[in-house]
């Protein structure tokens, strides 16, 4: 998903080198700022019968950058220099489902909740815990982000897309979400060794 703050019906031109050369002199380290939504939970009982021992929960992520650019005049066109990348990264919506034989307010209900509640705390826990990193990537990539030169500003929407390409297809961004998954498979992985079915079969 992506947001750009500057908007202009686009068509980016064919670039002779030494243009785009003429523009690194323009070059600066973008102002990054880092936040995290706020999340909700909802809690669903699917007509489809599911995994009676322990339900289950759909985190749903989200990965936004808002790119603001500044454009810098030169004989022949414009240098595209991007100054500042806001950047929303977290979970927005956690989507508990409980079997329906589970009836509300009862013990296999309650503590059906109980445990999917534990593996929300493990993802928030594995985003806590990789959120100085999360903030270290997005940096150095939106750092690596060079100005672009455009003939006018009709290419400047072309330059932000290829500026927000260029930041999310990054390594740094790509190892930083797959650290993420691998903090979050082991805490998932200690709920559900804690609790093998132990809390649903005190019900019975």
């Given at each position: 998903?992506?947001k ?17 050369d ?28 599911m ?15 808002n ?65 100085g ?40 961004i ?31």
């Amino acid at each position: 998903m992506k947001k750009l703050l500057l908007f202009f019906t686009c068509s980016l031109f064919v670039i002779p080198c030494s243009f785009a050369d003429d523009c690194l002199s323009h070059k600066v380290s973008p102002n990054v700022e880092v936040a995290r939504p706020e999340w909700t939970k909802q809690v669903v009982q699917p007509v489809e019968p599911m995994d009676a021992l322990h339900g289950q929960v759909a985190a749903t992520f989200e990965e936004e950058y808002n790119l603001s650019v500044a454009t810098e005049p030169m004989e022949t066109g414009y240098c595209v220099v991007l100054r500042s990348v806001r950047a929303s990264v977290g979970y927005t919506d956690f989507l508990v489902k409980i079997d329906a034989s589970h009836m509300p307010d009862s013990c296999e209900y309650d503590m059906t909740l109980e445990h999917e509640h534990e593996h929300i705390v493990a993802h928030v826990a594995a985003l806590d815990g990789e959120y100085g990193n999360i903030q270290k990537s997005i940096e150095t990539a939106a750092n690596g982000i060079m100005p672009i030169f455009v003939k006018s500003l009709d290419g400047v929407d072309a330059a932000l897309d290829k500026m927000q390409g260029d930041l999310q297809n990054n390594p740094d961004i790509i190892l930083m979400k797959q650290k993420l998954d691998v903090q979050q498979e082991i805490g998932n992985k200690k709920v559900d060794e804690r609790d093998d079915g132990i809390r649903i079969n005190s019900c019975k």
